[in-house]
């Protein structure tokens, strides 16, 4: 089960921290990504976390996004600065494999121009 927070409505150029909450065991073990599904178009993986640390972004949001994670806490980041109209979206976080959990509900970032 996967329960995403942390959206809302800021102005072009503001910052957010999404947070992503796993009630489930070794949490530790997989490598997770953060998605957003904009108005009519398909959901698209944003950046990704592997287990060991290593991260990865899609060129749009690179050196504006921060994946992290906190194992400890079974919890999944996304730190959101410069954002952009063009990152209005519903994110979501899942795994970063073929077979993943149900999806969450996402939360909502809208980013005003």
């Known amino acids: 089960y996967l329960e995403e927070s942390g959206g809302g409505l800021v102005q072009s150029g503001g910052s957010l921290r999404l947070s992503c909450v796993y009630s489930?065991?070794?949490?530790?073990?997989?490598?997770m990504a953060w998605y957003r599904q904009a108005p009519g178009r398909q959901r698209e993986l944003v950046a990704n976390?592997?287990?060991?640390?290593?991260?990865n972004y899609i060129d749009s949001v690179q050196g504006r996004f921060t994946i992290s994670r906190d194992n400890a806490r079974n919890t999944l980041y996304l730190q959101m600065n410069d954002l952009k109209p063009e990152d209005t979206a519903v994110y979501y976080c899942?795994?970063?494999?073929?077979?993943?959990?149900?999806w969450g509900r996402g939360t909502q970032v809208t980013v005003s121009s």
């Open positions: 899942n795994r970063n494999a073929k077979i993943k959990f149900s």
């Open positions: 976390i592997f287990s060991g640390g290593t991260t």
């Open positions: 489930g065991n070794r949490f530790n073990l997989f490598d």
